[in-house]
């Protein structure tokens, strides 16, 4: 069952993990996964994320941190560059795993702005904990309303 909610001020939808299209639970599934493999020795905040490709394929990726804090690289900056690498740069949703009590873990501003770069604005984001019985499902617009959009010609 769904329910409308505002989290951070942004108009989501929170469904039952059980509920959801099993392309979906398996993309969850994936980001809970390579959540384990996070190197977070500073902020102990591990997070996961996996990509799915407009033919299907998913790539996943988790937070690596370093020392200096600048250079270290989001799990969703870490998914979409390896797809990216691999020669995809079109995606049809994309999930993010990470851990508040109270919460869910919605991207940040950085990793918004590089999502946007390669999908549409209606791109669902799913949003969850690694014990995943809610999944917090809005989009790349819902997260970033008004983002910049080069005027450039993509290949």
Same mark, same amino acid.
Request: aromatic letters at 10%; glycine letters at 6%; one cysteine or more.
């Given at each position: 069952?769904?329910? $409308?909610?505002?989290?951070?001020?942004?108009?989501?939808?929170?469904?039952?993990?059980?509920?959801?299209?099993?392309?979906? $639970? &398996?993309?969850?599934? /994936?980001?809970?996964?390579?959540? &384990?493999?996070? %190197?977070?020795?500073?902020?102990?905040?591990?997070?996961?994320?996996?990509?799915? @490709?407009?033919?299907?394929?998913?790539?996943?990726?988790?937070?690596?941190?370093?020392?200096?804090?600048?250079?270290?690289?989001?799990?969703?900056? @870490?998914?979409?560059?390896?797809?990216?690498? &691999?020669?995809?740069?079109?995606? @049809?949703?994309?999930?993010?795993?990470?851990? $508040?009590?109270?919460?869910? @873990?919605?991207?940040?501003?950085?990793?918004?702005?590089?999502?946007?770069?390669?999908?549409?604005?209606?791109?669902? /984001? %799913?949003?969850?904990?690694?014990?995943?019985? &809610?999944?917090?499902?809005?989009?790349?617009?819902?997260?970033?309303?008004?983002? %910049?959009?080069?005027?450039?010609?993509?290949?």
């Amino acid at each position: 069952m769904a329910q $409308q909610a505002e989290v951070n001020g942004v108009s989501s939808n929170i469904k039952d993990f059980d509920s959801l299209a099993p392309s979906i $639970q &398996e993309l969850v599934d /994936v980001a809970i996964a390579v959540r &384990e493999n996070a %190197y977070c020795p500073y902020s102990n905040f591990p997070v996961g994320a996996a990509i799915r @490709t407009t033919d299907g394929k998913i790539y996943a990726g988790c937070n690596v941190e370093n020392g200096a804090y600048g250079p270290t690289v989001c799990a969703e900056r @870490t998914a979409i560059s390896k797809a990216v690498s &691999e020669g995809y740069t079109s995606f @049809t949703e994309i999930a993010v795993v990470a851990f $508040q009590e109270h919460d869910f @873990t919605s991207p940040c501003g950085m990793c918004r702005q590089f999502m946007s770069e390669f999908v549409s604005d209606d791109m669902p /984001v %799913y949003m969850a904990r690694p014990s995943c019985t &809610e999944v917090l499902c809005s989009s790349v617009c819902g997260l970033l309303p008004h983002r %910049y959009i080069p005027t450039h010609d993509k290949k």
